[in-house]
């Protein structure tokens, strides 16, 4: 479950009062290994998702940062010049030592009762902070530079698909079983602009995780990605997760039978009265057919989610009988739109 380890537990709560900086806590290697643990304890997921955040290697390339309470993240450098992106490095794992020493022992933890999961930004995704200098609504800067520094922007993001492919590999080296690429803010591109500026940099990545990796899952997630399906299907992820806002029967359709899909609760009925997740839930997975599906949110957990629906999810999914569910169906076989 995305963001499954977070704000919403008491537990992690109270760890956050003795460790106020988000940057120590998902720095830290003790704590990254008892917040990633915490739900893992309390629900017993299929997966475990390393606490980390899809930021924390920018330093390791030469990007410092910061998080504030009220801003988030804050890059007081935003790198928009030639000469700014020539003053980048490669990526410096020694200065992520904390997330490998944190996989190896979350690794030897859940000793194989459930899958270990890494995940990174996409280079569009993480180039929006790195150029915009932290969130922003309107993306102005980045989207300008397409236009108006195109040479830049594409030095960038090569640089970034180069260090996240190697951020990736050390996730894997160091104990991850499958890998999720979050390309969060890419569904705010028109859909040929992701073509152009996002895209070749995701499977860029793909290509060479395939060559390094080729038993690891690649998961790719893009919110807002309902007008982007259909281009995403060759990118070469195995998996692709789909947000609340497609209909989870449709995107089957779009995508066909070939790749695997992933999601996509609507993470808000999880403030639902029980009976109503638990029908939500059966609609979804009767929506993404018998085969090649992940349940999943459609995003992360929300601030506030009760405890008790999130194990009420993971309590219904475990009840799930695939023989019974889809009894008298015969799985169609669907082909990708071309």
């Known amino acids: 479950m995305m963001r499954q380890a977070g704000r919403y537990m008491a537990a992690y709560q109270a760890l956050a009062k003795r460790h106020p900086s988000f940057r120590e806590r998902s720095e830290t290697t003790d704590l990254i290994v008892d917040i990633t643990l915490q739900p893992w304890h ?104 397409c ?96 947000d609340w806002t497609v209909d989870m029967a449709d995107g089957r359709r779009r995508l066909g039978n070939r790749i695997s899909v992933q999601g996509n609760v609507d993470p808000a009925f999880l403030f639902s009265p029980l009976p109503v997740l638990t029908d939500e839930i059966h609609r979804v997975v009767k929506s993404a057919g018998p085969k090649g599906h992940i349940l999943n949110l459609g995003h992360g957990v929300l601030v506030k989610t009760p405890e008790e629906a999130v194990a009420h999810f993971f309590d219904v999914t475990r009840s799930l009988r695939y023989d019974t569910l889809f009894q008298g169906c015969v799985a169609e076989e669907l082909e990708p739109v071309a």
């Open 42 to 145: 309390a629900f017993a997921p299929d997966g475990v998702i390393l606490f980390s955040d899809i930021l924390t290697p920018l330093p390791a390339i030469g990007v410092p940062f910061d998080i504030s309470d009220s801003k988030g993240p804050v890059i007081q450098s935003p790198v928009r010049s030639e000469e700014q992106v020539r003053e980048l490095v490669p990526i410096d794992l020694d200065k992520l030592q904390f997330v490998g020493e944190s996989l190896k022992i979350l690794r030897s933890e859940i000793d194989g009762k459930a899958t270990l999961l890494g995940f990174v930004g996409a280079p569009w995704t993480i180039a929006t902070y790195v150029v915009e200098g932290g969130m922003t609504n309107t993306y102005t800067n980045i989207k300008s530079m």
């Open 147 to 242: 236009h108006t520094a195109p040479n830049v922007l594409r030095g960038l993001l090569s640089h970034l698909a180069e260090a996240i492919s190697d951020y990736i590999i050390y996730q894997v080296n160091s104990g991850a079983q499958c890998i999720q690429i979050f390309d969060s803010w890419g569904g705010q591109l028109p859909p040929h602009v992701w073509e152009q500026w996002s895209k070749p940099y995701i499977k860029q990545i793909v290509n060479k995780i395939k060559i390094k990796c080729p038993h690891v899952p690649l998961v790719l997630y893009i919110n807002g990605n309902g007008g982007l399906l259909e281009r995403m299907t060759d990118t070469g992820a195995d998996v692709i997760g789909l």
